[in-house]
């Protein structure tokens, strides 16, 4: 589901239970709390890094995900492991 459908809140309820469907934070500036909720409703392992360049500055993409309530085994997973785990790298 490309850009957490525009509004996380809303958007990922269709995708709860589908754990084949994964999600991204690129597109736009999200709010500050959209990857937590995202995080609650999807897991940290369907969540896709992106920046939509150059419409979203790859320094405030990844501000976005090291300011977020994760552990850091969580910030891993959507900075790189979950794109390396889905392309089956």
């Known amino acids: 589901?490309?850009?957490?459908a525009a509004n996380c809140y809303t958007g990922l309820k269709p995708i709860k239970g589908l754990k084949n469907v994964w999600t991204d934070i690129s597109g736009s500036i999200i709010r500050g709390d959209d990857i937590n909720y995202a995080k609650e409703a999807v897991g940290a392992d369907r969540?896709?890094?992106g920046t939509d360049?150059?419409?979203a500055s790859p320094l405030v993409c990844l501000g976005q995900v090291e300011e977020a309530d994760l552990s850091p085994e969580e910030k891993e997973l959507i900075r790189y492991?979950?794109?390396?785990r889905l392309f089956n790298r």
């Open 1 to 4: 589901m490309a850009h957490m």
């Open 47 to 49: 969540i896709l890094f």
């Open 53 to 55: 360049m150059p419409g």
């Open 81 to 84: 492991k979950n794109a390396l």
